[in-house]
């Protein structure tokens, strides 16, 4: 009897091959949910792709609302700006909607400072003040712009982005994003405050510089 050739270990591997070239749907974003709302437990364990539901009879207007972002940030720590997360962690009711905004207040020339978000792209929308946001793409180019109340700026999904308070005044900005959890990459803290830290001789060399500024940076974050 003659085998059958799509079962045979050769074709496994290579018909597996094929599927993986193929293209896939697109994913942007956080995933579709499957029912109206989903109010997250964070008592139980997120599992793989957000938390579970809260029992939806338990579920009542105070889960989709959140005062989080109203009120003024402390902006006298170092980068003098300060961040104020509407997150599916601080806002269960963001649960599988895929959205979430920060609130971002800048000291006079404050900057938040070099960051990623790998799971969204993001608006800035300026209320307050005079803001410099910009990007830097993969190819490094750096787009840039300064913006005034009302105007918006857009960071493409996972690049290394700022925002800095250009006017005299405090500034305000709104940022949001597809993602209910974003994730958020800050460049100084990431490289400079990791724990446990990455090791000198690797930032000397991608820095090209002495052992010296190494322990300067890494003395600003407290490690
Ligand atoms: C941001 O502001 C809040 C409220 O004023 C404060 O509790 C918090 O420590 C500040 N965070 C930073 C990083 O300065």
Redesign the pocket.
Same mark, same amino acid.
């Given at each position: 009897m003659m085998k059958n050739p799509s079962t045979s270990p050769f074709c496994m591997l290579s018909c597996l091959i094929v599927l993986l070239a193929l293209p896939l749907p697109p994913l942007l974003a956080d995933p579709d949910s499957l029912q109206d709302f989903c109010v997250a437990d964070l008592s139980a364990s997120a599992s793989g792709n957000g938390f579970p539901c809260k029992p939806a009879s338990k579920v009542s207007s105070d889960d989709f609302f959140f005062d989080g972002l109203s009120?003024e &940030?402390? $902006?006298? &720590?170092i980068f003098g700006t300060?961040l $104020?997360s509407a997150n599916v962690l601080s806002f269960p009711g963001l649960n599988t909607l895929g959205v979430s905004m920060n609130r971002v207040d800048f000291a006079p020339g404050g900057v938040n400072p070099l960051h990623s978000h790998p799971r969204a792209s993001e608006t800035v929308l300026v209320i307050k003040g005079r803001l410099l946001v910009g990007f830097v793409t993969t190819g490094n180019v750096y787009f840039s712009k300064v913006l005034r109340p009302g105007q918006l700026f857009v960071i493409p999904k996972g690049l290394v982005h700022f925002q800095r308070n250009v006017g005299k005044n405090k500034a305000l900005a709104f940022t949001s994003f597809n993602s209910q959890l974003p994730g958020a990459a800050v460049l100084p803290l990431n490289l400079f405050a990791s724990k446990p830290s990455i090791p000198n001789n690797v930032l000397r060399k991608t820095f090209q510089v002495e052992d010296s500024v190494v322990n300067s940076i890494k003395s600003k974050f407290g490690s």
């Amino acid at each position: 009897m003659m085998k059958n050739p799509s079962t045979s270990p050769f074709c496994m591997l290579s018909c597996l091959i094929v599927l993986l070239a193929l293209p896939l749907p697109p994913l942007l974003a956080d995933p579709d949910s499957l029912q109206d709302f989903c109010v997250a437990d964070l008592s139980a364990s997120a599992s793989g792709n957000g938390f579970p539901c809260k029992p939806a009879s338990k579920v009542s207007s105070d889960d989709f609302f959140f005062d989080g972002l109203s009120k003024e &940030g402390d $902006t006298t &720590g170092i980068f003098g700006t300060n961040l $104020t997360s509407a997150n599916v962690l601080s806002f269960p009711g963001l649960n599988t909607l895929g959205v979430s905004m920060n609130r971002v207040d800048f000291a006079p020339g404050g900057v938040n400072p070099l960051h990623s978000h790998p799971r969204a792209s993001e608006t800035v929308l300026v209320i307050k003040g005079r803001l410099l946001v910009g990007f830097v793409t993969t190819g490094n180019v750096y787009f840039s712009k300064v913006l005034r109340p009302g105007q918006l700026f857009v960071i493409p999904k996972g690049l290394v982005h700022f925002q800095r308070n250009v006017g005299k005044n405090k500034a305000l900005a709104f940022t949001s994003f597809n993602s209910q959890l974003p994730g958020a990459a800050v460049l100084p803290l990431n490289l400079f405050a990791s724990k446990p830290s990455i090791p000198n001789n690797v930032l000397r060399k991608t820095f090209q510089v002495e052992d010296s500024v190494v322990n300067s940076i890494k003395s600003k974050f407290g490690s």
